[in-house]
């Protein structure tokens, strides 16, 4: 941590401000350069992070030196993480893993139709939720535990796994029950009792972007996960809010190599959600597999104009079967695959 | 709502999404412009809300009328709501309400104290973190059941009510049973089954707007509680993020008058959490009553040095007395007063 | 400037860096953490921001400590400055300067019609646009030098001062003539041509902040004028993008107190087009002023269903009467007055 | 063009607009709803854009049907646009053109040095910058017309094309005497005197996108020059402003397909400042290209350590040529080739 002081800071407040330093068991070095004296402060940071030294007096700024998350980070572990998500689906690894299905869960006929479609073309992770965030309390809200049956039962037919999102403590149960993978929504990346719920499972979990995290938030939430002792997390980038507005949001495919380069975790990319248009999956799809991403998530539905939940974004599963080819040429572009049949 | 169909629709597509329309138990008007045809849709607008009409070949973009929220709305009712806290506490009204305190409650000594010089300053509701959401895993993650307690008496002893935080399911029932206003913090404005909770309970919610929150996402959480039950709904400000980062959020104050004219609920303003630095909570509050807040809520500490959390942005109660006073003089200006002593 | 190493650099990396810092004529002063090693620089920042030491191999990442602005600056100019208009019109002191009227010059009638009748109600600077910078080529782009005449005429008949855009280095001479207060636009904020030309003159700059301009960026802008030698520019705050829609911009009050921190210029606000709406006008005016505000900017059409730009945010000067009692009564409540009529 | 009416607007009111859209010579057809009266315009919305409906009484709101710009879209011209840059290059066609070179003219050594290497690794348009636009008035601002001679025998040297940044109408006529292509940098994307002037040449324009331009108003601006007659205009994404301070920009790759749906006019890609950093320039330039980009635009310098600006995100030659060998593999995987070399 560096202490930048202020231009005329008198003697007894730097006095006063070494002795809180040692106070805290840190070793203060001071260098008093023409314009401004500086301090920087040898020890852990940890004991600084709780104490406020910007309202010192005569402190003009505090810089911390080192990142505020450890467990996520490539210097905690430098080799990149392959998360397994059981029957030989790995995430992080040289294959592009690709979870496809619809938006919601809505019937047992739809399910089982879009799922066998995907699967054939490539999918070997089941999307689909069973309780849906809904910005309006007005719109539908999901099937509930019937939503995750019909889920667990397609997977099965399929031979996939499951990945269907988790909103509140109370369900942590019931969805351990049915899913492989638990992810947690966007809108929940700052839920930190759900963190530390999914935290203390022993099950992988896909933990999407925040639609105004930082990327230092994003990795401090998976932090909060690993830190109570589950290291198996999938960072999902799925957009990112911003002035733009002919796109939902705005997908940060930058996101990927800076990740790569702070984080030994996974990372997807979900294209759908990201733009919210069926129009722009395909070539984000593969931007992102180029940019360096471990999989992708993709919503595909039979017939988007009745679907109950976010059918623009919604591709049918005919261009999903193009869209997987199109992918599999730029995944072999950048020295890659994607993934295989899950073995169940 | 009406929907604008691309140049070249053919009549087979109008023809199909007329027939649609109709299935919804709508009325389609169509009319055909020289670049366009444009079809208006007369009905409840909520039956569409679920069929994604984008996505019907030859649909160029729907355009909703309607605003997406009811009960919120200035025109379901159109005097503005005055929702009362208790003890002769009111926000909406001619007062301006303040609600001071610590960020954490971090002992006994330190939150009496607090709590007693802003309530001889002027503030009537006393705020203090029991539970705390917190960036990191590694911060401090407040006292739980036992801040409450003291919050409670803390209250009790200087006649104040109290707002605290709920932040999980789990938990209300137990804040409930402490607080007088139960505060949905920024990070779980879109955290849809609390929202639905603390729809099913007869007591005051504040709801903070999320960080990255449009007015009109801010208004549907809102909804949620209205839709439940719960008319008692205190909307706060406290900041949007955006590119800026002199201050650590930017406190949207423009979200006042918008809100008055959309919404009949009251709007309450916290500088200290929006701008991040006691340095501009002062000129900041006394602009959020000069812009027609119906309260504020502001953090102090008596000694911000060793302040457990959100050291920085908590003001001396020195500063605070100092706050109060040039409020009382803006609020005169416009025509307000600021909220005398609660009875108890 | 304080450089923070990787954690595993190695010792040549590091000598290599001390000798190019010894290079620059600096001094590095070597501290050696547990877990990194930090170089702090002393001597003049200059030299290293025209070199970029993050490149180098071993290094993490370079924090400057000085900020990149000088004469700008309240430790450059502790005393705040007060820009003088002429004809007794001074921005930066005790009293708020109000600079009204209408978005661009249309035609005499109304001009003066607006004139009068804002000048009336306590404005003493004349605003109107007789070059227009207009996002579609296909709207009215203004009047040109014919408006700057029939503005000089009408401030001349209403004794106000002029304050009008300058586009273009070429039109500057022109401008210059015409104009009491030379306006850079938003979109020109970081046209460092225009501002390199307007520093050399001797006439006082209204300088928008850009869109998307950080504090930091509106502050450098700045700093390209007075180190031209022209010391006489006013700031003004106009609105930043974000995500929030209901205005057409996000108004920034929180730069009104930032702004006053970091440097000595007054600031002014200009809540017409940065709410982009005339029913917000009147509160964001107000807030400005007692967010510290030293000037307003407003926009008033005695017709604005005809106005040929910007119709929607302009008041009708019944309004901006009513608008400027309310104003008096805030400005007294800060302890200012609204700036008495230009003597000529 | 929509006119939604207020819910309780009354028939004077209605009658009037109604008058006033006849006035225009335009068709009013009202749709009275439920809930809401509505009427749709027909007739050019040209009338309509300098009319400000919105401050009719008893309209609620004014929703345009048709995009503000016609020469730029799609609409307009179905086919994409290839333009031709001279010697063979071809931007928007089937192979992909990279433009690449330092960030500014330095040296005649430097120059000529990077101009080869890049060329042999198969850039065949030069980069450079003679006029630099910087942030700071201390940082180097160029090496004016001795840098464009420069560029000029480099080009000529190496049978590159080169473009490089206009920044002052007064300097159009030398730019145009040194550049095959000239680029309108991202602060003056709204400096529409520029964009007027570059429009009456017969010279291709490479127009970078504001770095808080909505895709609407970076279309709004090629309009400007098309407009005036110069269809020959490359967009180029260079990344956008938003709340992530992980990279310089965001770069938004979205805008690729978003562009190429609304517009016929080619789209490169500049990652080199859209992210800021050398590290995140090989994944961001495939991922461009994945998502269907028909360039790029690199910043290369042969010992970034001592560039005299944008250092961090300059590659080493080596870096670029690895980079392009990658790039290749991409566009071959999406159907697509890289520039060969110009014939001069």
Redesign the interface.
Known sequence: M?I?LK?HATKRQVDHLIE?IKTLGLKP?V?R????T?I?V???E?AL????????PGVEKV?P??K??KLVSR?FKPESSVIDLGAGVRVGGKSVVVMAGPCSVENRAMLFETARLVKRSGATVLRGGAFK????????QGLGEEGLKLLRDAAKATKMRVVTEL????DIRLINQYADVIQIGA??M????L??EVGQLRKPVLLKR???A????FL?AA??IL?QGNFDVVLCERG????????RF?????????IK??SHLPVVVDPSH??GS???VE??A???????ADGLMIEVHPN?????S???Q?LLPKRFETLMR?VK??A???GRSVSKEAER
Chains 1, 2, 3, 4 share one sequence.
């Open positions: 560096i930048v231009p809180r070095m260098s350069g023409t314009e401004r500086i920087g040898i020890g852990s940890d992070r709780v104490q406020p030294l910007e309202v010192i810089m030196v080192l505020p998350y210097e965030p809904r910005t309006s309390p007005y719109s539908f909103m509140d403590t109370r809108r929940n700052q839920n930190f009792e963190l530390k925040g639609l105004s930082t990327i230092n938030e401090l932090e909060y830190s990112i809010r911003t002035f733009e507005d002919q796109t705005t997908l940060d495919l930058n996101a990927i190599p800076v380069k702070l990201g733009t069926w129009e722009y070539p984000m593969k931007a992102a597999v180029a940019a360096g988007p104009e009745v679907a109950l976010d059918g623009p919604s199109e040429k730029v072999a572009a950048v």
